[in-house]
């Protein structure tokens, strides 16, 4: 939980289809709560998130081979999700592989 008054951090990539007018008169209208810090259109390397996909898919999502998505086992994902999500260290490790800071 965060503290009242404390601000959300957005780390957001610079794909294009997250550039609409629409999508930033949005964030723009949420800056009382909301810190945007974007990257790269290209930034896989600066963005954690990138980090969280390659270890699931090197474990839970490892050798899942379904023919259509309907055939994947409900909450794999998930399941694997929750688990980086609840190991703080990990988290963290992520972000320092960016080299970037809170």
């Given at each position: 939980?965060?503290?009242?008054g404390?601000?959300l951090?957005?780390?957001?990539?610079?794909?294009?289809?997250?550039?609409?007018?629409?999508m930033?008169?949005?964030?723009?209208?949420?800056?009382?709560?909301?810190?945007?810090?974007?990257?790269?259109?290209?930034?896989?390397?600066?963005?954690?998130?990138?980090?969280?996909?390659?270890?699931?898919?090197?474990?839970?999502l490892?050798?899942?081979?379904?023919?259509?998505?309907?055939?994947?086992?409900?909450?794999?994902?998930?399941?694997?999700?929750?688990?980086i999500?609840?190991?703080?260290?990990?988290?963290?490790?992520?972000?320092?592989?960016?080299?970037?800071?809170?």
């Amino acid at each position: 939980m965060s503290s009242a008054g404390a601000k959300l951090t957005l780390i957001w990539d610079g794909l294009p289809s997250h550039r609409s007018r629409a999508m930033s008169a949005y964030v723009a209208s949420q800056r009382s709560w909301l810190v945007v810090e974007r990257l790269p259109a290209y930034g896989h390397d600066l963005n954690p998130v990138e980090m969280i996909w390659g270890n699931l898919k090197s474990s839970e999502l490892a050798n899942l081979c379904p023919d259509t998505i309907d055939e994947a086992p409900l909450g794999v994902a998930d399941a694997g999700l929750e688990q980086i999500g609840g190991d703080s260290a990990l988290c963290f490790a992520f972000l320092r592989h960016t080299g970037l800071s809170l």
